[in-house]
C-alpha cells in the first residue's frame, strides 16, 4: 500500500542508511516510498576482505540502486570520514590520523581526503569536528577534535573545512553547540553539559563562529542536555539553542542537520508523537536516521515520516516552517556536485599514504 503524499513529502529533509551492500527488500520500499534526499554509508556498506575493484564495484552498483529506488538524480552521498577511528572504507582509501595529529596540515590533508571521497561517489562528508579537546577523560571526542583550545580547534577546524570545499565536498560542522566537555559517549546514554550560555560563548562556540565566517553550509546538532539553557530537551529539539543561539545570534542561514536519531541519547524520544515537530520548531532541518542498530528497525522510519505528515495536519507544525526548510536543503542540493564511482591511480594513493605518514611524525 503506498504512503501518503504527506509521509512521502518527509524523504525531502531525511538522510537514511541501507541495510549492507547491496539493498534488500527493506531497503528498496524505504526508498521507494520516502524518496530519502540523502544517503549515509557505513562500513557495513563495503564488501569489506575484496579487492578494490571488487568492492568499488559494488559500493557503486549500491549508490546506483539507491538513486534508482529513491527516484532522485541529485542526493546527498554521505560519510562519516574524520581520520583515526572514523574511518568507514576499507584500503586502500588512505587511513589518516586523528585531526588533532594533522591538525597543522589540516587543509592538505582534507583536501586528499576529499579526491578519495569524490572517487567513491561521495558529496558530503560529516565533518570538521568542531569540538574542542577541553575533557582529557571524554569518550566519543578527546583526538577526533582539532585542538585542546578554542583557537586551535577553530584554526584546524576552518582549514580542514576549506580544504574540502576547495576540492569540491560539502563539509558540516558538528556537533552544535559543543560535545568536547563531556563525558559521557550520547551513542549510548544523554549527556549533560552544566554550562551557561555565557560559558558557551566564551568557549564551545569560537570554533563554530569562525567555521560560520567561512560560511560552512552544514552544521551538526549535539545530543547533549544544557540544562542552564534549555531543561527540557537536548540541544537537537532545543530551539534556545538551534534558533536563538544558532540562526540568530551567530546567523547562521545554511542548513542545521540532526545527529543519528537512532543513538541511546534521543532515540526513545522519537517512538514519541510530536518529537519530530519539536526538532523542526527548534531549527532543524535534516534528519539522519541510520537504520544501523537492531533496534532501528523499517517501522521505526515511517513512524518518524508519520509523526511528520501528522503534525502537519494537526496543525503542531507550521507550513511556512517546512517550506523554509525545504528551501534551504533545497539550495544546498542544487550546489551539491554529484560524482561518479572511479578507481584511483596508484601514484595518487602513495601519496596521500606518505601524507599520512608525515602528520604522525
Known amino acids: 500500500m503506498p504512503v501518503s503524499q504527506e509521509v512521502q513529502r518527509f524523504g525531502k529533509h531525511l538522510i537514511v542508511?541501507?541495510?549492507?551492500?547491496?539493498?534488500?527488500?527493506?531497503?528498496?520500499?524505504?526508498?521507494?516510498?520516502?524518496?530519502?534526499?540523502?544517503?549515509?554509508?557505513?562500513?557495513?556498506?563495503?564488501?569489506?576482505?575484496?579487492?578494490?575493484?571488487?568492492w568499488l564495484e559494488t559500493l557503486e552498483e549500491l549508490i546506483e540502486q539507491t538513486r534508482e529506488y529513491a527516484e532522485r538524480e541529485e542526493m546527498f552521498i554521505s560519510i562519516d570520514h574524520e581520520g583515526g577511528r572514523v574511518h568507514r572504507s576499507p584500503l586502500p582509501i588512505t587511513r589518516f590520523p586523528e585531526a588533532f595529529v594533522f591538525s597543522d596540515r589540516a587543509y592538505e590533508v582534507a583536501s586528499a581526503m576529499a579526491l578519495e571521497l569524490k572517487s567513491l561517489g561521495i558529496?558530503?562528508?560529516?565533518?570538521?569536528?568542531?569540538?574542542?579537546?577541553s575533557n582529557p577523560t571524554n569518550p566519543i571526542i578527546g583526538p577526533r577534535s582539532f585542538g585542546t583550545t578554542a583557537g586551535t580547534a577553530a584554526t584546524g577546524a576552518c582549514q580542514y573545512y576549506l580544504g574540502l570545499k576547495d576540492s569540491g565536498i560539502i563539509g558540516c560542522a558538528k556537533h552544535f553547540p559543543g560535545h568536547g566537555d563531556t563525558s559521557k559517549d550520547s551513542h549510548l546514554e544523554l549527556p549533560v553539559l552544566n554550562l551557561t550560555k555565557e560559558?558557551?560563548?566564551?568557549?564551545?562556540?569560537?570554533?563554530?563562529?569562525?567555521?560560520?565566517?567561512?560560511?560552512?553550509?552544514?552544521?551538526?546538532t549535539a545530543h547533549i542536555l544544557f540544562p542552564k539553557i534549555d531543561a527540557d530537551v537536548p540541544a537537537t529539539l532545543s530551539k534556545p539553542i538551534l534558533t536563538n543561539i544558532l540562526r540568530?545570534?551567530?546567523?547562521?542561514?545554511?542548513?542545521?542537520?540532526?545527529?543519528?536519531?537512532?543513538?541511546?541519547?534521543?532515540?526513545?524520544?522519537?517512538?514519541?508523537?510530536?518529537?519530530?515537530?519539536r526538532t523542526f520548531n527548534a531549527g532543524c532541518d535534516l534528519f539522519m536516521v541510520s537504520r544501523n542498530l537492531?533496534?532501528?528497525?523499517?517501522?521505526?522510519?515511517?513512524?518518524?515520516?508519520?509523526?511528520?505528515?501528522?503534525?502537519?495536519?494537526?496543525?503542531?507544525?507550521?507550513?511556512?516552517?517546512?517550506?523554509?526548510?525545504?528551501a534551504r536543503i533545497n539550495e544546498l542540493?542544487?550546489?551539491?556536485?554529484?560524482?561518479?564511482?572511479?578507481?584511483?591511480?596508484?601514484?595518487?594513493?602513495?601519496e596521500h599514504a606518505l601524507l599520512s605518514i608525515n602528520c604522525a611524525w
Open 333 to 350: 542540493l542544487s550546489v551539491t556536485p554529484q560524482y561518479e564511482v572511479t578507481m584511483l591511480d596508484e601514484d595518487t594513493l602513495i
Open 17 to 54: 542508511g541501507v541495510s549492507g551492500t547491496s539493498l534488500n527488500d527493506d531497503d528498496k520500499k524505504l526508498l521507494s516510498d520516502l524518496k530519502p534526499v540523502g544517503l549515509l554509508i557505513y562500513g557495513k556498506n563495503f564488501r569489506i576482505g575484496t579487492h578494490y575493484e571488487v
Open 199 to 220: 560559558e558557551l560563548f566564551a568557549r564551545e562556540l569560537i570554533p563554530f563562529k569562525a567555521l560560520i565566517k567561512q560560511q560552512i553550509p552544514m552544521i551538526m
Open 123 to 133: 558529496n558530503v562528508s560529516w565533518a570538521p569536528v568542531a569540538d574542542i579537546f
Open 294 to 326: 537492531p533496534s532501528s528497525s523499517l517501522e521505526r522510519t515511517y513512524h518518524i515520516a508519520q509523526d511528520f505528515a501528522d503534525s502537519l495536519s494537526n496543525g503542531s507544525l507550521d507550513e511556512s516552517i517546512v517550506i523554509a526548510s525545504e
Open 248 to 277: 540568530q545570534e551567530l546567523g547562521f542561514e545554511g542548513v542545521i542537520v540532526s545527529d543519528d536519531l537512532d543513538m541511546k541519547a534521543v532515540s526513545d524520544m522519537y517512538t514519541n508523537s510530536g518529537t519530530v515537530a
